[in-house]
């Protein structure tokens, strides 16, 4: 099974800061990654498919690069909203299987 | 507007079977692209993903957890049910139901619902 790894597991920023997390996979996914916000007690929510793809209805100061094994998501201006857990996930396609990475905390 | 719903058990006793039920609407599975997946979260934890069931009755699992799993789907109700066998404390969580949007070899899990608490004790 392909692993992920995030990076940092927890960060603390200021409002309007600009937030980096990153998401290794183990082996090469291509672009099959997805980005998810948990805000607590709540289900999470999907923010970026296919590693760059802004739902429809997320702000856009949300977003995401990267492929192959490397991916970056990116806050560019924290607001206080976005104090939440946010999950990278991976998928094989054929046949389906899906990874959750790690999480990352992102605190204020 | 879509949207689901996950029904069950709160305690199950160690050893016994735990059934699931996700009531969705918004959707028919039996159209292309659409499927379904379980998904859990320990407390303080990260999620796992479970299982999927596609608009063409494909079953899929969790490598690790697929000898204790089984996903249905009955249509006519817009429902998905989960079992799994052989309840332990470990398996102590929250069970989301997600609904997956495929084309194209991608999947993407699009709405959640809510979620349900389960714990496994004596």
């Known amino acids: 099974d392909i692993q992920m790894t995030q990076s940092p597991s927890s960060l603390s920023a200021s409002v309007g800061d600009r937030v980096t997390i990153t998401c290794q996979a183990s082996q090469d996914i291509i672009n099959y990654l997805n980005w998810y916000q948990q805000k607590p007690g709540k289900a999470p929510k999907l923010l970026i498919y296919?590693?760059?793809y802004l739902e429809t209805g997320v702000p856009s100061r949300f977003s995401g690069s990267g492929s192959g094994t490397d991916f970056t998501f990116t806050i560019s201006s924290l607001q206080p909203e976005d104090i939440a857990t946010y999950y990278c996930?991976?998928?094989?396609?054929?046949?389906?299987?899906?990874?959750f990475g790690p999480g990352t905390k992102v605190d204020i | 507007q879509v949207t689901l719903r996950e029904s069950g058990p709160a305690l199950v006793k160690p050893t016994q079977t735990l059934t699931l039920t996700c009531t969705f609407s918004g959707f028919s599975l039996s159209t292309f692209g659409m499927c379904v997946s379980w998904i859990r979260q320990p407390p303080g934890k990260a999620l796992e993903w479970l299982a999927l069931i596609d608009w063409d009755d494909d079953e899929y699992y969790s490598t690790s957890l697929k000898t204790r799993l089984t996903i249905s789907k009955d249509t006519s109700k817009n429902q998905v049910v989960l079992t799994m066998t052989n309840m332990d404390p470990v398996d102590t969580a929250m069970y989301y139901c997600?609904?997956?949007?495929?084309?194209?070899?991608?999947?993407?899990?699009?709405?959640w619902g809510q979620g349900t608490t389960v714990t496994v004790s004596s």
């Open positions: 996930q991976q998928y094989d396609s054929l046949p389906p299987v899906f990874t």
């Open positions: 997600a609904r997956i949007r495929a084309a194209a070899g991608t999947y993407t899990m699009d709405v």
């Open positions: 296919d590693a760059s």
